[in-house]
C-alpha cells in the first residue's frame, strides 16, 4: 500500500514562514514526479508546484512564485514546500501528489491544513 504523508501545516503568520513536508513509501520514489496541490474552502484543487523525477526541474503558480519553493530528498522519498511570506489568501488544505508519466500511477496524500492569519 502506497502512502503519502503530508506534515507541517498549521497557523502562520502573514510574511512568516512554514514548511509542510510529504513522506512517501513509494519503491521508486526516484521515479515519481513530486507535486503540491491545494485546495480552499468553496474552491477546486489547483496545483501549486512540482519538481521532476528525472532532472529536478521545478514549476510554480503564479501565484506562489518567488515565494514558494519545492525541493526533494529522493534518499529520505520526502518532498518539501518552503512557504516564504504567506498571505492570507494561501490558507488551504495542501496535498502530496505522486505521479509517475510512465505507468500512470498517481498517488494523494490525505492534505495538511495550512492557515495564514494574524
Known amino acids: 500500500q502506497v502512502l503519502l504523508v ?6 502562520v ?5 512554514l514548511t ?7 519503491f521508486s ?15 477546486e484543487r489547483e496545483l501549486v508546484a512540482t519538481i521532476s523525477s528525472t532532472t ?3 514549476n510554480y503558480a503564479d501565484s506562489v512564485k518567488g515565494r514558494f519553493t519545492i525541493s526533494r530528498d529522493n534518499a529520505k522519498k520526502t518532498v518539501y514546500l ?7 489568501e494561501d490558507t488551504a488544505v495542501y496535498y502530496c501528489n505522486a505521479a509517475n508519466s510512465f505507468s500512470l500511477l498517481s498517488y494523494w496524500g490525505q492534505g495538511t491544513q495550512v492557515t495564514v492569519s494574524s
Open 6 to 11: 503530508e506534515s507541517g501545516g498549521g497557523l
Open 13 to 17: 503568520q502573514p510574511g512568516g514562514s
Open 20 to 26: 509542510l513536508s510529504c513522506a512517501a513509501s513509494l
Open 29 to 43: 520514489f526516484s521515479n515519481y514526479d513530486m507535486s503540491w496541490y491545494r485546495q480552499a474552502p468553496g474552491k
Open 56 to 58: 529536478g526541474s521545478t
Open 82 to 88: 518552503q512557504m516564504n511570506s504567506p498571505k492570507p
